[in-house]
């Protein structure tokens, strides 16, 4: 690197929190608050690492299946949603739930169990394996085809090419599942889309944002967990998008030095699932090393929040009652 870089950062805005996130991850501390040690989390309840420890380190346990929690518990589900079957095993086992799915997983939920009525075969777009994607198969598993990505389209099978609808993951490449929408759309010329984006607002608008910042970065950094499927897909836009060279960190302690050989401008985003203390590590990591320059690149703004789970709210509620009325 030579001393005359002007070296600066581009910060990319929206990032970080979403309504859902925040929704899910206030329900664990406020379920924790209200009903005391342990609560159980099926799964992550946010595919981020940081966020899980915190919440373990406070009393929540994190289990992979709704067998693994005692009969009487209260197990809380993740953001990204369970099948139906999930829900009927925590019946049978007597647990307290509450549901943290994201309400707009939910709204995929609901667009599969009406077309699957209406005997549509439907096509889902996600990556398989992902959490969100086998709670959505889940609803109508008879009438759900996993399609993962351009490369899978010519192996679809339908039993009639005019009832065909296609549905997604909320966390996807906008750009990449245009492309599996078009592909299918040669192969299947009469398919239906969705009634409204799958894809989440915040989704979107955090690939927006790093669009903008990519195309003046010789590196990107984004902060996020490996399994956490938009944040890896923030990589994947950014060097789409011309950003010389993109990196996925947990947190600052990942950065390798080496990447800022020769490197003026910075960008710098995070995924749905991020805390915004992790982003702040990495732009103190960046100061200290002379990218103490900091400039805000923010095409839209973000005000959705998400009302707290109904279960929560319910007990919540009644609390309160219980104290005023003293
Ligand atoms: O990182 P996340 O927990 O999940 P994915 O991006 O892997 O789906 O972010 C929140 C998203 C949801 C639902
Ligand atoms: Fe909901 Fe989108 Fe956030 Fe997932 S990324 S929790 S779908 S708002």
Redesign the pocket.
């Known amino acids: 690197m030579t001393a005359t870089t002007a070296r600066r950062v581009l910060l990319a805005a929206p990032r970080g ?5 925040d ?2 991850v206030i329900a664990v501390e406020k379920a924790l608050e209200q009903y005391g040690a342990p609560i159980y989390v099926r799964k992550e309840i ?1 595919h981020n690492k940081y966020v899980v420890e915190t919440l373990r380190k406070k009393g929540a346990i994190f289990v992979d299946e709704t067998e693994e929690v005692p009969e009487g518990s209260i197990v809380i589900f993740s ?2 949603g369970v099948a139906p079957v999930v829900h009927e095993e925590a019946e049978r086992r007597k647990l307290a739930t509450i549901d943290a799915t ?4 939910t709204k995929v939920h609901k667009e599969a169990v009406r077309f699957a009525k209406e005997d549509y075969d439907i096509l889902l777009i996600g990556h398989e394996g992902h959490e ?1 994607v086998i709670g959505t198969s889940g609803e109508a598993p008879d009438h759900i085809t996993l399609v993962d990505g351009p490369g899978d389209v010519e192996n679809v099978e339908v039993r009639d090419p005019d009832k065909v609808v296609w549905l997604s993951q ?2 996807l490449s906008v750009d990449e599942t245009m492309e599996t929408v078009d592909a299918l759309k040669e192969r299947f010329p009469g398919l239906v889309s969705p009634p409204s984006d799958d894809i ?4 979107q608008n955090r690939q927006t944002a790093v669009k903008q910042v990519a195309a003046d970065s010789d590196l990107v950094i984004v902060v996020g967990s490996k399994n956490s499927s ?1 944040s890896v897909r923030l990589v994947e836009v950014a060097l789409g998008a011309g950003a010389k060279a993109g990196h996925l960190v947990d947190n600052a302690s990942e950065i390798d030095e080496a990447w800022l050989e020769g490197v003026a401008t910075v960008g710098v985003t995070s ?3 991020v805390p915004d203390v992790l982003v702040e590590g990495v732009l103190e990591w960046l100061a200290e090393r002379g990218y103490g320059d900091v400039e805000v690149v923010q095409p839209m703004e973000e005000k ?1 929040t ?1 009302s707290l789970p109904k279960e929560l709210r319910r007990d919540l509620r009644a609390e309160a009652e219980r104290k005023a009325a003293g």
Do not use: D, I
């Open positions: 929190y979403c309504a859902g996130v929704r899910a946010v953001a990204h994201c309400p707009l997983v969100e909320t966390t989440c607002y915040a989704t938009n995924g749905a699932s959705l998400f």
